[in-house]
């Protein structure tokens, strides 16, 4: 087993910032984490570290920000090509850009081709995990499983299932729906670093009797994720409420059908009802705030500091491609702006939490990964505070960390990322 000694400045989480405010961040201004083969096997101040281990290989990272790799909890690989796109709202965005887009994943080395370069793009954007939705196509998920595994890269993805209210070509049937995803949680669940995520679209592409179908495989698999699509926009909850006119709200859909739980992950969430609120919290499911998504179609404004004031779990994510960024970075800068219309702005610790622990825990995966901690997968990254001029005049001026730091959220890219490690092996970026 090969044992590192990364030293830089060193930033952790001890608790949740919106529940004990900043100071649950340590922050060490010369730092070290000792990597073991895959793991975190010890952290502290460097001097300290440097004289318990030695006989160690010492990589000095100098004043780049070592911190746990950015989680991704709510992406479409598959809309990689099409992100960016001018001018709709989701119901047309779906009919315009993402079917036909999806369209092409029934060919196994697009997939591939596909998979490549968004995990290319966003382990560059210091993104070390992610949850994605696939197409109606087993190769989407193929695809991507294999992508990750061959770099051994913690993922968690899905087969979508539709079988209404999409492009004929777009069409699984619930049985088909039920068979294939059950035949690939077979082969990639817990295969390597992947998890699989039973991945009924939303309600308006689902029959009752494929959502029955996706909830009998879960009550089967208890131990999956489910994730599906949740209160986006006020056209999708009419349509909703068109289709499902015996419901008590969008929620209600999923409930019905046993889509409900504590391992579930509802995107987006903004214009939810008080019932909603209520039997969400009371099951333990997991929210996802996608803010360049919320702005980029129109959606909405989530209430991050109501639900999470609440006892909310709540995950951040770029939602690629409705999103309009890969980066993470970017993500939390939309989410700050967001906050600032609310009247309720993010911290610089809180917008880091979300994007690590905070997403890593409703992936129920916040032992794993998600926080620089002794027994974490060495997912981490080192992050440049003065990786633009822009940035770096503005850093100079800082008078502490978090001001140090807010500047690279707000106008950071990909330059801020200067080196990424999936389970303690540094990547290409």
């Excluded at 998890?195 to 308006?204: L, Q």
């Excluded at 926080?371 to 003065?386: C, K, P, V």
Aim: aromatic share 8%; net charge negative.
């Amino acid at each position: 087993m090969t044992n590192t000694l990364h030293l830089g400045r060193v930033l952790t989480f001890d608790g949740s910032p919106f529940d004990n405010g900043p100071d649950v961040a340590q922050y060490m201004r010369r730092g070290a984490i000792l990597v073991s083969g895959q793991h975190i096997s010890d952290i502290g101040e460097a001097d300290v570290l440097r004289a318990r281990h030695p006989n160690v290989e010492v990589q000095d990272h100098g004043d780049l920000l070592l911190m746990a790799g950015f989680v991704d909890s709510h992406v479409h690989y598959a809309q990689t090509g099409i992100i960016a796109s001018w001018g709709k709202r989701l119901i047309d965005w779906l009919n315009s850009y993402t079917f036909p887009e999806e369209a092409r994943f029934a060919d196994l080395e697009y997939a591939q081709t596909v998979a490549t370069t968004y995990l290319n793009l966003i382990i560059a954007n210091g993104t070390t995990s992610f949850c994605s939705y696939g197409t109606i196509h087993p190769a989407s998920i193929d695809a991507i499983f294999h992508a990750t595994r061959e770099r051994n890269m913690r993922a968690w993805a899905g087969k979508t299932a539709m079988d209404r209210n999409a492009p004929d070509n777009l069409i699984d049937t619930a049985q088909t729906a039920y068979d294939d995803s059950a035949k690939l949680l077979s082969h990639w669940h817990e295969n390597g670093r992947n998890r699989y995520v039973i991945t009924p679209r939303f309600s308006p592409t689902s029959t009752e009797s494929q959502l029955e179908a996706m909830g009998a495989l879960w009550a089967e698999h208890p131990d999956c994720l489910m994730q599906t699509h949740l209160s986006e926009q006020v056209e999708e909850i009419a349509w909703v409420q068109s289709l499902f006119p015996n419901a008590k709200d969008y929620l209600d859909t999923y409930e019905t059908y046993g889509l409900i739980g504590s391992r579930a992950l509802y995107g987006h969430a903004i214009h939810l009802e008080e019932r909603e609120k209520a039997r969400i919290l009371e099951t333990g499911a997991g929210l996802v705030h996608c803010p360049t998504s919320n702005t980029f179609i129109g959606s909405g404004l989530f209430d991050m500091k109501g639900l999470v004031g609440t006892g909310h779990r709540v995950g951040l994510a770029t939602d690629t491609g409705g999103g309009s960024s890969f980066s993470m970075l970017r993500t939390m800068a939309t989410a700050y702006e967001i906050s600032q219309l609310k009247g309720t702005p993010l911290h610089p610790a809180e917008l880091l939490w979300l994007s690590t622990v905070g997403s890593a825990k409703v992936l129920h995966a916040d032992t794993l990964i998600g926080n620089l901690s002794i027994g974490h997968e060495a997912d981490f990254i080192a992050l440049d505070l003065a990786s633009t001029p822009a940035i770096e005049q503005r850093s100079t001026r800082a008078e502490d960390i978090w001001e140090e730091i807010f500047p690279t959220i707000m106008m950071g890219d990909d330059r801020a990322i200067s080196q990424v490690w999936l389970a303690g092996t540094a990547q290409k970026v």
